[in-house]
């Protein structure tokens, strides 16, 4: 692939008003600043990708996948997952290939998508874009440095990805309280990333192999927001045969997640089984169940947001 050679951009910020129906923002994007690229991406520990903004009908396979990128020393690193988001490779993540800003552009080289080049498009200190003008897109990156990144509430913004990063989630306690209901007899769920909508569900035997559940059930989904609750989602079931079922769901940690069934007082916990790394390294346990760059990309995700029905 021919590299091209993409300047760096300064994007100076010329006004910001905020009104009441709406917010003007006039950038010029052409104004040329040769600041030192490297001390633009290396500024920060993490770039968090805002992926609800990203522009443009291309895909770059890599961004669209990641959390974060890193750019330490000429090398890249990616969290893919949000499983051990915060420890692995130190909070960078994986290494997913190298990169140069030495003629004032950013050249990738992916180690598996090959390579890619990119104008940094500079918005404010903290805020960058990268614009891949040959795919026709355009990602906005958010800069952290390790200390002041919420790790923990970045599984809350990509709670329906955390949700398929383990091939089953196997019911590991239910609570003496609450009433009997349809859903004491799921013990097992799975939400794959075709999309975002369709889940499993299995009434089979706590300590059944991922491999041997029957999946007795396939129906849709959708996650809501909470109405003043940052730590907190509701989660619907859409079981065609006795209704929905709606649970409140919070995150316990990165293997364990606890539902709330809302209409009978219930309170259950599911455990990952079966963890799915996205993209294979060489870091990669080889314990573990692993993808390769197919399998999961991120998309723009839009949730209602709705009123807690009931506090506990």
């Not at 010329?14 to 010029?28: K, L, N």
């Not at 080049?117 to 026709?136: E, G, H, T």
């Not at 569900?201 to 849709?220: C, F, L, M, P, R």
Request: aromatic fraction near 16%; hydrophobic fraction near 35%; charged fraction near 20%.
């Amino acid at each position: 692939m021919i590299m091209r050679t993409l300047k760096l951009l300064f994007a100076t910020l010329i006004i910001s008003i905020s009104f009441t129906a709406c917010s003007v923002v006039v950038e010029d994007d052409f104004h040329d600043n040769y600041v030192n690229l490297e001390d633009v991406v290396t500024a920060y520990d993490l770039w968090y990708i805002d992926y609800n903004q990203t522009t443009g009908n291309g895909d770059v396979a890599f961004l669209s996948k990641a959390f974060t990128i890193s750019f330490i020393n000429g090398k890249m690193f990616a969290n893919n997952n949000l499983v051990g988001i915060g420890s692995t490779g130190n909070g960078y993540g994986i290494q997913i290939g190298y990169y140069n800003t030495f003629n004032g552009y950013l050249e990738v080289d992916h180690n598996l998508d090959g390579y890619y080049d990119f104008d940094v498009i500079q918005i404010s200190r903290d805020r960058i874009r990268l614009k891949d003008n040959f795919n026709n897109v355009t990602y906005y990156l958010e800069g952290y440095q390790k200390y002041n990144f919420d790790f923990d509430q970045v599984f809350y913004d990509n709670i329906e990805y955390f949700l398929q990063e383990y091939a089953a989630w196997e019911k590991t306690y239910t609570s003496q309280t609450g009433a009997l209901n349809e859903f004491d007899n799921e013990n097992f769920l799975a939400f794959t990333p075709e999309n975002l909508t369709t889940f499993y569900s299995s009434q089979d035997d706590n300590g059944t192999n991922i491999a041997n559940i029957y999946w007795d059930y396939i129906g849709g989904y959708d996650v809501a927001n909470v109405q003043g609750y940052d730590n907190l989602k509701i989660l619907t079931l859409d079981y065609d045969s006795w209704g929905t079922e709606e649970f409140e769901l919070s995150v316990i940690n990165d293997r364990k997640i606890s539902l709330y069934h809302i209409d009978s007082g219930t309170t259950y916990e599911f455990s990952g089984k079966g963890y799915i790394q996205y993209k294979k390294s060489s870091l990669a346990n080889k314990t573990e169940n692993t993808v390769s760059n197919d399998g999961r990309k991120r998309t723009k995700v839009e949730r209602e947001t709705k009123i807690r029905r009931y506090l506990k």
